[in-house]
């Protein structure tokens, strides 16, 4: 009997191990293109499988309801002051242990169920967690509030702040948020004019850095904080390139407000060695991420051209395509968005399908959108630059735009990646980007 007992979950356990280390393998041979995912370096993961992650410490550090956090403090203390500093900002806060949650806790400090917040629609890039109760999206479900969206511009991609204007003032609404930010991100938004609308309505303005954090903490894209939000929230893993976690940071005012919805009301345990893992995602910040955050806009721009070339041809190629990490592409002259996504990852090329501006006229399906969207942020931190961009560009259209078999064209991205499988921008990087590192 527990013979059996023993065999059966040994089987359990041999299949969850082989499938993690599957994983490792088909990442090393594919081109890592989805947006919002990055692979961090080699100290992260340490901080990851290191004994923080069995412990507790409620509360801000120095203010702990347990005991045995003497070393947890002072890293969190670390990683606090080093966020003031990467983000220009007065306050910081690491206990979020997601960009979801850290919004959460933005709503929750600065407006109370029932209040109006203004938010960018989810077709238009918006998230889901800034989105309204119909939507099923967090600000309206879990916090009750009511949300205006922005009147957008699709020829500038960004938000319309007059119309804006003209829209709250017809509905005669009174917000208490402006939410800024978005998933799909290509041009920076207009934060003081939109801090000049909301300080008309005594409203505080919250930028979800979730997809541009890394960005700004190299100093490209925008200076939110500089700017005049009140507010940052963002996700720990996109530009970013630390453990899958959350981050807040704002004006001293929002301090005391912030600090007490984090603890108790949000969280309990705020996952500790992730908070180890996101100090020393900023240390490399400060180091490395001028340099970094400016390969991955070249990047971008490159692959946009190169895409172009090869008969592919990015959107707002007439801005310059994009002033971020992303590229965004109408692929329905070929095949749909879904079947894009699914061809290119049978060629090891991993990325996702995206709703583009027409499906809004179009109502196309979400499911299966016309476009595509690509992050170049993991591919610069294996070392590459504009000449793989040409390459990557060729691989993708040998798929969508000329029809090849996905698995020969995967042989090659194989080949292709062998070369790049260190993790740069780090201060070591002696553990090969996937490798599956085994402790048992
Ligand atoms: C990814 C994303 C989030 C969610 O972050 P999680 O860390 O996955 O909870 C929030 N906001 C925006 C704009 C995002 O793109």
Partial sequence: MTDDRVSEGYAYFTRVLDRLRKH??????AIPLVASENVPSPAVREALASDFGNRYAEGYPGERLYAGCKWIDEVELIG??????VFKAPFADLRPISGVVANLAAYTALAEPGDTMVALAIPH????????RSWNGTAGRVRGLDIIRYEFDYERFNIDVDGTRR????????PKIFMLGASVFLFPHPVKEVASLASEYGAAVVYDAAHVAGLIAGGVFQDPIGEGVDVMTMSTHKTLAGPQHGLVVSKEK??????SVMFPPLHSNHHLHAVAGVA???????AFYHEYSSAIVRNAKALASALSEEGLPPLYGELGYTESHQVLIDVSKFMGGRDAEVKLEEAGIVLNRNLIPKD???????????GIRIGTQEVTRLGMGPSEMKEIARFISRVVVRGEDPRKVGQEVAEFRKDYNKVHYAFTNLTEAYKYVEIR
């Fill in 167 to 174: 829209r709250i003032e017809k509905e005669n609404a009174r």
């Fill in 125 to 132: 890039g918006g998230h889901i967690s800034h989105g309204k």
């Fill in 360 to 370: 809004y006229e179009l109502k196309t399906d979400y499911k299966n959108p016309s």
């Fill in 80 to 85: 606090v002051e080093l966020a003031k500093k």
């Fill in 254 to 259: 929002y301090a005391e407000q912030l600090k």
């Fill in 24 to 29: 490792h393998e088909f990442f090393s041979r």
């Fill in 280 to 286: 020393i995602a900023l240390a490399e910040a400060l």
